[in-house]
């Protein structure tokens, strides 16, 4: 992915759902939701139920499981 970034796994149990999210290049997991940052530059704008959109400077990237 050319964004660096790896979805891992949807929990679309609570309100709001969360993504949990790795970053290949730090090894980080982020837990997000909606509106969160998962690194500089990239916003999650959507979660849905296998699938997340990024806006990442004001481009979508859609990560998928």
Same mark, same amino acid.
């Given at each position: 992915?050319?964004? *660096? #970034?790896? !979805?891992?796994? +949807?929990? =679309? =149990? *609570?309100?709001?759902?969360? =993504?949990?999210?790795?970053?290949?290049?730090?090894?980080?997991?982020?837990?997000?939701?909606? *509106?969160?940052?998962?690194?500089?530059?990239?916003?999650?704008?959507? +979660?849905?139920?296998?699938?997340?959109? #990024?806006? #990442?400077? *004001?481009?979508?990237?859609?990560?998928? !499981?």
């Amino acid at each position: 992915i050319r964004c *660096g #970034l790896e !979805l891992f796994k +949807v929990v =679309a =149990a *609570g309100e709001p759902a969360q =993504a949990i999210i790795e970053d290949g290049q730090t090894k980080k997991t982020h837990f997000v939701t909606k *509106g969160q940052a998962v690194v500089e530059g990239a916003i999650v704008d959507q +979660v849905l139920g296998t699938s997340v959109i #990024l806006d #990442l400077q *004001g481009e979508k990237i859609e990560l998928t !499981l």
